[in-house]
């Protein structure tokens, strides 16, 4: 994808990553008054724990939960899929770095792809484990990665900083 083009695909595939693979489980919160959720009343006080991980496999939702598709956050099914999506968390509490966070998983997956052919050594699901408080791939995750050449048009001119130019000669 050249620079320029509508990424929209591209951040559907990202928003599929992080439905299939939140990099946290859940965000809890204590309850300040009384929450009623379906039958059940949780006392204030308590500790709910929203898990990301569930919700992201609502088949409601996300039908075909366990299936990579990133067409989903695309087109018309995109609003329900997108309700339902929090590995940024929701509300007033939203992740104030997650616009950071998806333009750099965008322009890094771009530079990447552009440059290596990934393979997964098994294509057998990976195992996460947890590091800290975010979950990780497994211990053994492996891809190969082939070189791709680079298709790049040489410079017109050198390149200069617009910030600190070169001091005129």
């Not at 439905?19 to 489980?25: F, G, K, N, Q, S």
């Not at 791709?148 to 130019?165: F, I, M």
């Amino acid at each position: 994808m050249e620079r320029g083009e509508d990424d929209s695909y591209l951040e559907a595939v990202v928003k599929e990553v992080l439905r299939l693979r939140p990099v946290i489980t859940g965000s809890g919160r204590l309850l300040d008054k009384p929450l009623r959720l379906g039958a059940y009343e949780i006392p204030a006080g308590w500790v709910a724990i929203p898990m990301f991980s569930l919700i992201h496999q609502d088949s409601e939702a996300y039908p075909d939960p366990e299936e990579f598709r990133p067409e989903r956050f695309l087109g018309e099914g995109a609003q329900a899929a997108q309700k339902s999506f929090l590995p940024f968390g929701g509300g007033r509490r939203y992740c104030v770095g997650a616009q950071l966070a998806m333009m750099e998983m965008k322009v890094i997956i771009r530079e990447v792809l552009g440059r290596v052919e990934l393979t997964a050594a098994d294509p057998a699901p990976e195992a996460q484990r947890m590091w800290h408080v975010t979950l990780v791939p497994g211990r053994r995750a492996v891809a190969v990665a082939r070189e791709r050449p680079l298709n790049r048009a040489p410079l017109s001119e050198e390149p200069r900083c617009p910030v600190h130019p070169a001091p005129s000669e």
